[in-house]
């Protein structure tokens, strides 16, 4: 079905397929570098609410979980970091995004902060008679968060303002990608995979190192928030980690679970139970101050509980997949095909320096045809 009319075009287009945030912000970079974008996806932000569609489940805030030595993952979080800020300072209450003072705390003496967040606005490690009892380490810093909703209809808007078009349906391969094009469209430039997990199961991909990573969150709302707090106890995998993002809106998400291999879509009653307890426990001032009472633990009953939500992460063993493919070949015609996706936990952090990535391979393309 064709969203958006008139998907005939003599440029050679370029077809992204899925749609969330890294098919978003990949077809904006492509239009905005002058080329044509038809894109085809199961889901757009207006779609219901679904587990396969992380981008719409996600947290989300900038939270690196680049190591150190990753200099790449590094470039790619701290790019979308940058074009994050400066959206939110140009755009404000439209931008979808919020910046807010972090809190880390780390449960384990072994356990340190990434260099990463020595880069951020207003790092600072706390000392000794600072943290609170549980935490054996503790940095701050200044950060971003977003609300996936609002960002993303933005970037919908967007999208089609640059003149993208847009299809709606589910491919079973890649090539089946090029029956959303008129018989006059000549052959497209590249196709651009982001369909996170779908690529476990595209006919020309069938990556079998895809896997979901299962997140349950409570979203409450408590507009008095007005600051990210993360605990950590053990290793990022494995762990457990518990964690306060608050939204521009007055929205709180708290969670969270990675539960590796679960395709659970409904959510678990006993974890949101959990979620809620941990939540409190890290950040008692969630529960409204009419429900506090002076030197008591706050009830977690008296969340404002607006909805629970589970998203599958697009996962991959061996991390994220940047890169050209092979080719489709399609009756002796050759189309270059480019990977982004498997960004499991980070993809919106990652999300516009992965894009500008995508268009660095798409020029590229070029030089090798010249
Ligand atoms: C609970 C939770 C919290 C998170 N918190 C954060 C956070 O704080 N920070 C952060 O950076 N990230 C966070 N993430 C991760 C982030 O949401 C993902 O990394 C990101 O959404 C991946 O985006 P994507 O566009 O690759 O995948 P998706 O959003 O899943 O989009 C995939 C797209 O491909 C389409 N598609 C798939 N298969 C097909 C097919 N066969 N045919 C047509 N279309 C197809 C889908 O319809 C969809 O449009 C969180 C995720 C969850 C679940």
Not at 52 to 59: F, I, P, R, V, W
Request: proline content about 6%.
């Amino acid at each position: 079905m064709a969203l958006i009319p008139g998907s005939t075009t003599n440029q050679s287009p370029i077809i992204v397929c899925g749609l969330g945030i890294i098919g978003l912000t990949t077809s904006i970079r492509l239009l905005e570098a002058g080329y044509q974008v038809i894109a085809i996806t199961a889901q757009t932000p207006d779609s219901p609410l679904t587990p396969y569609y992380a981008s719409s489940a996600a947290g989300a805030h900038h939270l690196s979980f680049a190591a150190d030595n990753d200099h790449i993952q590094r470039s790619l979080d701290r790019r979308t970091f940058d074009v994050m800020w400066k959206e939110e300072e140009e755009e404000g209450d439209a931008s979808g995004l919020m910046r807010v003072p972090q809190h880390e705390f780390y449960g384990n003496t072994d356990e340190k902060h990434l260099q990463f967040f020595e880069t951020l606005p207003d790092f600072k490690v706390y000392e000794e008679h600072e943290r609170p009892p549980f935490a054996k380490h503790a940095v701050s810093f200044t950060t971003l968060t977003m609300e996936p909703l609002i960002y993303l209809e933005k970037l919908m808007h967007r999208f089609k303002e640059l003149g993208g078009f847009l299809h709606l349906g589910t491919l079973t391969s890649l090539s089946d990608a090029l029956n959303y094009l008129s018989p006059d469209t000549p052959d497209p430039r590249a196709i651009v995979n982001c369909t996170g997990l779908g690529s476990l199961k595209l006919k020309e991909v069938l990556d079998t190192n895809v896997h979901p990573i299962r997140g349950q969150v409570v979203v409450i709302r408590a507009p008095w928030i007005k600051e990210g707090r993360t605990k950590q106890i053990g290793k990022i995998d494995g762990g457990q980690r518990t964690y306060i993002i608050p939204r521009r809106s007055g929205e709180v998400v708290i969670g969270g679970t990675r539960e590796v291999d679960d395709w659970e879509e409904e959510p678990r009653p006993q974890t949101t139970v959990d979620i809620k307890q941990r939540a409190v426990e890290l950040y008692p001032e969630l529960v409204p101050e009419s429900k506090r009472v002076a030197g008591q633990q706050p009830d977690p009953k008296d969340l404002i509980v607006v909805r629970v939500a589970v998203g599958l992460r697009p996962a991959r063993k061996g991390g994220l997949r940047l890169e050209r493919g092979d080719d489709l070949i399609v009756s002796e015609r050759k189309i270059p095909v480019l990977h982004n996706y498997g960004h499991s936990g980070a993809g919106w952090q990652s999300s516009w320096g992965c894009a500008e990535k995508i268009i660095g391979l798409v020029k590229d393309l070029e030089v090798v045809k010249d």
